[in-house]
Nanobody, 118 residues
Framework: VQLQASGGGSVQAGGSLSLSCVAT????????MDWYRQAPGKQRELVARITSGGATNYADSVRGRATISRDDAKKAVYLQMNSLKPEDTAVYYC?????????????WGQGTLVTVSS
């Protein structure tokens, strides 16, 4: 199983960006799906989470500006970010808890860079 993230790029402050992450490979079920980010010199932090039932929660720093969603048919999770700020600059990672025939594990995407300029 692999997660492939895409959608990063450079944007001016106040702009918007949409990130996507798709799971590929043989899997049974995708449970929680998350977006994390890691800014230069900082620890990785949870940005948003969506459960298999569709419940969501957000970091205080992005609440009201971010929307996480998922499409289970496409094995995908999305993050829409609006009103971007320079402090949103980071590498964004998707993460999902996935059940395969062998086990349940946490899988990570490769990261996609978001740069917000003032």
């Amino acid at each position: 199983v692999q997660l492939q993230a895409s959608g990063g790029g450079s944007v001016q402050a106040g702009g918007s960006l949409s990130l996507s992450c798709v799971a590929t490979g043989s899997l049974l079920e995708i449970m929680d799906m998350d977006w994390y980010r890691q800014a230069p010199g900082k620890q990785r932090e949870l940005v948003a989470r969506i459960t298999s039932g569709g419940a969501t929660n957000y970091a205080d720093s992005v609440r009201g500006r971010a929307t996480i969603s998922r499409d289970d048919a496409k094995k995908a999770v999305y993050l829409q970010m609006n009103s971007l700020k320079p402090e949103d600059t980071a590498v964004y990672y998707c993460q999902a808890d996935i059940a395969t025939l062998d086990a349940v594990g946490a899988y990570w995407g490769q990261g996609t860079l978001v740069t917000v300029s003032s």
